[in-house]
């Protein structure tokens, strides 16, 4: 559940300042912690950045860099450090009074997204989740996020035995030879991957729903 997460990512922050969370649907490439490890060391200091993914959209593999950085957040194999995750809130009351009609825009990834209903769920008492309070947290911090340029996490979750496997048909792969992780200095969130991340999602909509969702995004670029 969304508070035995929370309690188990905090508990151990109590005693270390770093964190590796890992569920049991998901494989691992065998590198996978050679490379969280080698983030959470050298980007620490690095306040900007605010989570490291260990699974990625399988578009970054046309990325010219090992890392890269995106707004949104992934929970299939992460990390993050205890002065970033103190800033955690689960408070729906306050997020939702705090979200402009463009943050919502841009939170759901223009609009190619309902990230925001998941709060509005959660406040209802329909839905339990725990990711999207610490991706608005993020986002409301304008804090970065870590992709790698291959996917180191495959989720086995969909094979109708999870619970969240009816809802969600995301493409999982893992590239298990990938393993010589080239650091980037040039921390920032890159227009291109946004576009490619938009492109992503806004692929699973119907011609009206992308039409809508076109026209959101045409109108928020102005106001």
Known sequence: TKQNIVNAVSQVLKKFNKVIVIEDDLLLSKFFLDYMNLCLKNYKDEKRIWHINGWSYPFM??????????????????????????????????????????????????????????????????????????????????????????SLVKNIGFDGSGRMSSRHKYKSNLNNNYKDFKLNSEIFKNKKLMNAEFNYYIKRKSIIGRMIVYLKKFYFSIF
Not at 71 to 76: A, L, R, T, V
Not at 101 to 128: A, D, V, Y
């Open 61 to 150: 593999k046309n990325s010219k860099n090992d890392i890269n950085f995106l707004g949104s957040m992934n929970c299939w194999g992460w990390g993050t450090w205890k002065n970033r995750w103190s800033f955690l809130t689960l408070n729906e009351k306050y997020l939702i009074s705090n979200f402009s009609n463009k943050n919502i825009h841009n939170f759901n990834i223009f609009s190619s997204m309902n990230h925001f209903e998941q709060i509005l769920r959660n406040q209802k008492k329909t839905l339990s989740s725990w990711a999207v309070f610490w991706h608005a947290t993020i986002f409301k911090n304008n804090g970065i996020c870590i992709y790698p340029k291959y």
